[in-house]
C-alpha cells in the first residue's frame, strides 16, 4: 500500500495561496489520491481527490506531478478557519474502500 | 442535506465497563466505516459494512470490540471490558458504494 509524506506543520499569511506537499513515491497506478482536512476537534472534511489530472473545485485545487509520485493541494486565499490538519491519502490498491491515514500536515494561517 | 451523525459525542467510562457507540449515515449511502483516531495521530481504520455483504472486520485491534449495521443503516460500535488504551475519537463515515467517505463529528471516548 502507498504511503504519504506530508511536513508536520506550515504557516500561510491570510489571503495568500497555501500550497500542501505531499509525496506518495510508492503509488500504483489505480490508486487515487485524496486530500482531507480536520478542523480542531471536529470530523475530517473531504476537500478533493483526483487520479493523474489536475483538479479543481470550490475548496481547493489538486495539481498531481505526470509521474504521480507527488502532489500540492493549493487553497488560493487562505482564511483564517483554513487553519486545521490536512491529510494526504491514497487508497488501498486492492481493496477500494480503505484510507490509510498519516499523520498530515498542521496549516496555521496567520492574519 | 443531513451529515454523518453520531452519538454521544462524549463517553466517560470506567475500566471494565462496556460501551456502544452509534452512527447514523447520510440517507442512502451503501457503506459505512469506523475509525479510531488516538490524540495527535492519524486515523486507524477498524470496519466496514457494504451493503448486505459480510463485514470487513480486519482492523479491529481485538475481540472486544464488535460492530452491527441493522437494516442497512444504522450502525453500532460496542467495546465490552474498556481499557484504557481504548480512549480515543471513534469516528464514523459512510459513502455510495466505494465513492468518497463523508465523516460525522466523532465520539470522544476516555476509560478512567
Known amino acids: 500500500d502507498a504511503k504519504t509524506t506530508q511536513p508536520p506543520s506550515m504557516d500561510c499569511a491570510e489571503g495568500r495561496a497555501a500550497n500542501l506537499p505531499c509525496n506518495h513515491s510508492?503509488?500504483?497506478?489505480?490508486?487515487?489520491v485524496y486530500w482531507y482536512r480536520q478542523i480542531h476537534s471536529q470530523g475530517p472534511q473531504y476537500i478533493i481527490h483526483g487520479l493523474k489530472n489536475n483538479e479543481t473545485n470550490e475548496m481547493a485545487s489538486l495539481i498531481i506531478t505526470e509521474d504521480r509520485k507527488s502532489s500540492t493541494l493549493i487553497l488560493p486565499h487562505a482564511t483564517l478557519r483554513d487553519t486545521a490538519v490536512y491529510y494526504c491519502?491514497?487508497?488501498?490498491?486492492?481493496?477500494?474502500?480503505?484510507?490509510?491515514w498519516g499523520a498530515g500536515t498542521k496549516l496555521i494561517i496567520k492574519p | 442535506g443531513a451529515g454523518v451523525s453520531q452519538s454521544p459525542s462524549n463517553k466517560v467510562t470506567e475500566k471494565g465497563k462496556d460501551v456502544e457507540l452509534r452512527c447514523d449515515p447520510i440517507s442512502g449511502h451503501t457503506a459505512l466505516y469506523w475509525y479510531r483516531q488516538s490524540l495527535g495521530q492519524g486515523l486507524e481504520f477498524l470496519i466496514y459494512?457494504?451493503?448486505?455483504?459480510?463485514?470487513?472486520k480486519s482492523g479491529l485491534p481485538s475481540d472486544r470490540f464488535s460492530a452491527e449495521r441493522t437494516g442497512g443503516s444504522v450502525s453500532t460500535l460496542t467495546i465490552q471490558r474498556t481499557q484504557q488504551e481504548d480512549s480515543a475519537v471513534y469516528l464514523c463515515?459512510?459513502?455510495f458504494g466505494s465513492g468518497t467517505q463523508y465523516f460525522g463529528p466523532g465520539t470522544r471516548l476516555l476509560v478512567l
Open positions: 459494512f457494504q451493503g448486505n455483504s459480510a463485514p470487513d
Open positions: 463515515a459512510s459513502s
Open positions: 491519502i491514497v487508497r488501498v490498491a486492492d481493496s477500494n474502500y480503505q484510507l490509510i
Open positions: 510508492t503509488i500504483s497506478g489505480n490508486e487515487y
